[in-house]
């Protein structure tokens, strides 16, 4: 949140074009001779520590704009790749086994290149976690569908089939699957 200038702030007071312009003078020159250019050419009197407050102001606001431009950016490219999502994992595993490669060609650091792999190997474990799970979810789905077809079977079999008590039980079974 920014605060209103003091008054007495003459760089602070300034129009936005103008500061940014000793923003950026201040950026490429440093504080005495953007102290000295500010009197040539704006014909402003300053000092360094109004510079010092000046660019404190000013790279706070540098940075809140460029912390805001990147969530920005990081949500319009979450919500372009969500439907891609399987892609670019694979796109990402593919990118850190080539850097390990190359690392690896290249005389690379040891740690770095045991650091990739063991990047690749848990990424890897971790889709075939999720390939078991997504396997045992299927089975259990299967398995409750037969019980349901018994179920059904033994309610229409009529005569010599099961019990009302009986077909009540697999029910709550069924209910707890």
């Known amino acids: 949140?920014?605060?209103?200038?003091?008054?007495?702030?003459?760089?602070?007071?300034?129009?936005?074009?103008?500061?940014?312009?000793?923003?950026?003078?201040?950026?490429?020159?440093?504080?005495?001779?953007?102290?000295?250019?500010?009197?040539?050419?704006?014909?402003?009197?300053?000092?360094?520590?109004?510079l010092a407050n000046f660019w404190e102001v000013w790279s706070r606001r540098e940075s809140e704009n460029r912390i805001l431009k990147a969530v920005t950016a990081a949500k319009d490219i979450e919500a372009a790749a969500a439907d891609n999502l399987p892609l670019i994992n694979r796109a990402t595993m593919a990118a850190l086994q080539q850097a390990a490669f190359e690392s690896i060609l290249s005389g690379g650091d040891d740690k770095r290149i045991k650091d990739f792999m063991n990047i690749v190997l848990k990424a890897r474990s971790l889709d075939q976690d999720q390939q078991a799970l997504e396997l045992r979810i299927k089975e259990y789905e299967d398995r409750i569908g037969k019980?349901?077809?018994?179920?059904?079977?033994?309610?229409?079999?009529?005569?010599?089939?099961?019990?009302?008590?009986?077909?009540?039980r697999i029910e709550q079974q069924l209910g707890l699957l």
Not at 147 to 168: H, N, P, S
């Open 147 to 168: 019980a349901k077809a018994e179920l059904e079977k033994a309610r229409t079999a009529g005569k010599g089939g099961l019990g009302i008590e009986t077909i009540e």
């Open 1 to 50: 949140m920014t605060r209103k200038p003091r008054s007495d702030s003459k760089l602070l007071t300034l129009p936005d074009e103008r500061q940014m312009e000793i923003f950026d003078m201040l950026k490429r020159n440093g504080y005495k001779k953007t102290e000295l250019l500010c009197e040539k050419e704006f014909g402003i009197s300053t000092s360094v520590g109004a």
